[in-house]
């Protein structure tokens, strides 16, 4: 990678921890956890390591999408218990407001279960999350506009294709039987378990791409690391808070380890960011929370490994190039 490119994306990673960082920032002073939407760590990540990527060229759904879902998952959690039930309408209610919207933010899905399974059902929910992917929306517009950079101009990369082809919604669903059995096993295993961060909500969106989108997706490429990926993230994630307490120190080791993570490993699942993040918000945040991830993230390895050997689902072979 040239020495330019390589300034040009430190440069957008410490952007996008800035970002999250100021959002961390305001939610404590605040006293608004929910300020901090976890998901917001991998879109910031993604817009600005990508002023010319799918997420980044869509402003406007970027700020909206996540706010509107998050609209239906305080209606679902108002009027109905957790259950399988509840579950199936935030997921598919939002994938279908998704593809009403035409909006290509997938972890706007998260948005909505996120508030499920927090039991979140305060309209300053989705105000809160409308704040920060507005303010998001806002920042990333501008550094596509008066930013200077060689990627505003160079032809797209390889792997800028492929990240551009996953962030873009489905035109086939083909593999939605196989992403719903997921989901219900998933859902049973909390259940099972008593953990229902089992069925966290970014696994939610890792999943959806990685079925959506099996032949490019690169953790569909090595869903064997996928737990372990997930695993550290949210291990790290529950000991940067349980050393500096919530806030902006705490939210921003998450968030670079993180990315440290996914890029040492050429693992592009940048829906996983939003892992060492949960903590901050959820009530209580101990070593269960790293186990039911392991948990619901191995079962997705193993679900999606049937679903390549059942459907005949082919693995990318060519060389996709290093994610940026």
Same mark, same amino acid.
């Given at each position: ?9 430190? @440069? %957008? ?14 939610? @404590? ?12 760590? %991998? ?66 899905? @998260? ?29 990333? @517009? ?183």
């Amino acid at each position: 990678m040239r020495t330019s490119e390589s300034r040009r994306i430190l @440069s %957008a990673v410490l952007i996008s921890l800035c970002f999250m960082g100021g959002i961390a920032g305001a939610a @404590s002073a605040a006293g608004i956890a929910l300020l901090l939407f976890p998901e917001s760590a %991998a879109l910031s990540y993604d817009v600005f390591v990508r002023p010319r990527g799918t997420w980044a060229r869509a402003p406007w759904m970027l700020a909206l999408s996540p706010a509107v879902t998050a609209v239906l998952g305080v209606l679902v959690t108002r009027y109905l218990p957790y259950s399988a039930i509840s579950m199936a309408i935030c997921i598919v209610g939002a994938i279908v407001m998704l593809k009403l919207m035409r909006s290509p933010i997938a972890p706007a899905i @998260s948005a909505c279960v996120l508030a499920l399974s927090l039991g979140e059902k305060s309209w300053l929910y989705p105000l809160a999350i409308l704040l920060g992917t507005g303010t998001l929306a806002v920042l990333s @517009s501008a550094y596509r506009r008066f930013v200077d950079t060689e990627a505003a101009h160079a032809a797209p990369s390889t792997a800028d294709r492929v990240n551009d082809e996953i962030e873009s919604l489905p035109r086939q669903f083909r593999w939605a039987p196989f992403y719903v059995v997921f989901l219900g096993a998933a859902y049973l295993l909390s259940i099972a378990t008593g953990m229902r961060m089992v069925f966290f909500p970014p696994l939610v969106v890792l999943a959806f791409e990685m079925f959506a989108h099996a032949d490019v997706c690169p953790w569909a490429q090595r869903p064997v690391l996928l737990p372990a990926l997930c695993t550290l993230a949210a291990a790290v994630g529950v000991a940067a808070l349980a050393t500096f307490g919530p806030g902006v120190t705490s939210t921003v080791l998450a968030m670079l380890f993180g990315i440290v993570m996914l890029r040492a490993t050429r693992v592009h699942a940048i829906p996983a960011l939003a892992i060492g993040l949960l903590p901050q918000i959820m009530p209580r945040a101990d070593w269960h929370f790293p186990l039911a991830v392991g948990m619901g993230s191995t079962l997705l390895t193993v679900s999606f490994l049937l679903f390549q050997k059942t459907s005949g689902a082919r693995r990318q072979v060519a060389a996709v190039g290093t994610p940026t």
